[in-house]
């Protein structure tokens, strides 16, 4: 929605928000993306499935940041591979920012619980090409 982006941006130029958020458009080699960034936010208010994003972040050693919503919580445990905001809202998002800026070894900590929750959760290619041979006979 493009009036919607405007409206963030003046926003974000009226408090002078350019220094700390950064807007990088649409995004063709996510790996770069991900080296860019220390926690993925996700202050989606619907009631999402699934969260690729959120499994992508964690395949780059990234925590992420998510509000108790569909299927996002089952993908992040708490303080030990992301966090899982208290309630849908903008303090909410701010308390779990706030949680990685002043913890920053958290937020490394919580990257490579990321990663390696991906086996536990079932979300490799292996476990995928698994399931589908099965399906497939």
């Known amino acids: 929605d493009q ?3 405007n409206d963030i941006l003046e926003y974000c130029k009226k408090f002078k928000l350019q220094p700390t958020i950064k807007f990088i458009g649409e995004v063709d080699i996510i790996e770069e993306f991900y080296q860019q960034i220390d ?4 202050p989606s ?3 999402e499935p699934s969260g690729n ?6 395949y780059y050693c990234r925590p992420s940041v998510i509000f108790r919503l569909g299927g996002m919580p089952e993908l992040i445990r708490h303080e030990e591979d992301g966090y899982v905001c208290n309630n849908i809202s903008a303090s909410g998002i ?4 706030l949680f990685y800026l002043e913890n ?3 937020a490394r ?3 490579f619980a990321a990663k390696n929750s991906l086996k536990k959760l079932g979300l490799t ?3 995928f090409e698994y399931q589908w041979m099965n399906i497939l006979g």
Do not use: F, Q
């Open 94 to 97: 701010i308390d779990g920012l």
């Open 104 to 106: 920053s070894r958290k």
């Open 3 to 5: 009036a919607y982006s």
């Open 125 to 127: 290619y292996r476990h």
């Open 39 to 42: 926690v993925l936010c996700v």
């Open 53 to 58: 994003v959120i499994v992508e972040a964690k």
């Open 109 to 111: 900590e919580h990257g």
């Open 45 to 47: 208010i619907y009631e």
